[in-house]
């Protein structure tokens, strides 16, 4: 998703629904060997006719290539070092509900499928 079709969806959520919070944090994913790979997360929970509601769009550098760094002992596992872009980024949109049983977030599983606010 573009930044403009989520700029799009906001506004589609704010007009149609109560904005309970929306704020902007830091993503951070760190490798194996240690190289922290800095993104951004969008959040925005508004009340629906579901019930409680956030959507995510997570925004992070592409992983343009892996390196793996083996050890030479037989018990050693693979580290794994990840070569991200400076200019390139992709985004990844999540939905939940609240769960009030468990008092957490479950997320939607929207694979093959669509979901619209």
Known sequence: MTDDKWL??????????????EKTEAD??????????????????FNSPMGKMMVTKIKRPVILDKKSHYHKTQA??????YIVSDTEFTNKIEAFTWDDIAGDWK????????ISF
């Open 107 to 114: 997320e939607i599983d929207t694979r093959g499928e669509s």
């Open 28 to 45: 951070i994913m760190t490798d194996d060997i240690g190289n922290e790979i800095k993104g951004e997360k969008d959040i925005l929970v």
């Open 76 to 81: 050693g596992k693979a580290l794994t070092e």
């Open 8 to 21: 799009d969806l906001k506004d589609s959520v704010r007009e149609k629904f109560e904005v309970l919070e």
